[in-house]
């Protein structure tokens, strides 16, 4: 065991969003993949006392395993930097720019990866503006088909299909549930991918593209944690050059952001094999459904071996 190898883990689970369920679960496959590889693990949620309970007992690393705004938005990455605890994933202002959805959409597209054409509301501008001022002229702009979600968040939560210019309404108010701002974007046909990245020190390597395919159409919430609902293809029925195309544009995207260590990037893959940058996530989803853990054991990693690689990467990262 070399100097950089984690000891002591503490696994963060649990939280306060609307993904609570979903990040317990996920904690949990971490914590027990570290663990067979003789590492100590605890995993804890969240609360008052953390804070002061790592800065006493100084954990080799801390795996952040806390979906939603508690985890991803920057807010307790910056919070371990001031303690100076090591810890997986990308650092507080990375996490920031990938958590709103509108921002990572400009940074990607300048970037030169395609993006759909979208335009961010906040709930003050929509009242203001007048809502029917306002769906008329989305309506203009962006014709339906669209997708509405929150501007911030995942698993699908507060995300709209629309196909019918009169639902429109009603897929501002669910995505308003979630977030004060809620993103409208066209909406792109084609293949749905999402591409796990993954540096543990020698560069960001982009693992097999996974191809989702919902039984009811829709990648919702229920699509995605629950078993049977919908269809993985990894690696994603590409064509060679449409899936270096696709692995290209999530590594670019990565890159971009200044993220580290693990990302999940969403895309949609048209027909002419153009790939379209949706969103990009700085802790994807490690439940027994999820797409990541999917992608590594496509590739032939051993979930144990890879997060105890991000593990030491993170504490050679804090030693330098």
């Known amino acids: 065991m070399n100097e950089s190898s984690p000891r002591t883990v503490v696994v963060l689970a649990g939280g306060i969003s609307h993904e609570r369920d979903v990040s317990l679960r996920s904690g949990r496959r971490v914590a027990d993949s570290l663990a067979e590889h003789g590492i100590t693990v605890e995993l804890r949620d969240p609360d008052a006392t953390l804070l002061a309970y790592l800065a006493e007992t100084r954990p080799d690393v801390v795996w952040p395993a806390l979906h939603g705004a508690s985890g991803e938005d920057g807010a307790l990455r910056g919070l371990l930097d001031f303690i100076g605890i090591p810890y997986v ?19 990607v ?51 709209t299909l629309v196909d019918d210019r009169a639902n429109l309404p009603r897929a501002m108010v669910d995505a308003y549930t979630y977030c004060d701002v809620a993103l409208i974007e066209k909406r792109i046909i084609g293949t749905e ?47 060679a050059e449409e899936t270096a195309r696709a692995a290209e544009a999530a590594l670019l995207a990565h890159r971009t952001l200044g993220l580290r260590h693990l990302s999940r990037v969403d895309l949609i893959v048209d027909e002419e094999g153009i790939p379209w940058f949706l969103e990009v996530n700085v802790l994807p989803g490690l439940t027994e459904t999820s797409l990541l853990p999917q992608a590594l054991e496509a590739a032939g990693h051993d979930l144990g071996w890879v997060y105890s690689a991000l593990a030491e990467a993170a504490i050679r990262e804090s030693r330098a």
């Open 89 to 107: 994933g990308s650092n507080s202002g990375a996490s920031r720019l990938a958590w709103d959805k509108p921002t990572a959409k400009v940074l």
């Open 109 to 159: 597209d300048r970037a030169g990866v395609a993006t759909p054409k979208s335009i961010a509301l906040s709930r003050d501008a929509f009242r203001e503006l007048g809502a029917q001022s306002v769906l008329d002229c989305l309506s203009h702009e962006l014709p339906v088909p669209v997708v509405v979600k929150p501007a911030q968040g995942g698993s699908a939560q507060g995300v």
């Open 193 to 239: 991918i999402a591409i796990g990245i993954i540096d543990s020190g020698e560069g960001p390597v982009a693992l097999p593209a996974v191809e989702i395919q919902p039984l009811s159409g829709v990648y919702s919430f229920e699509a995605r944690y629950n078993a049977g609902e919908t269809r993985f293809f990894t690696p994603a029925r590409l064509g």
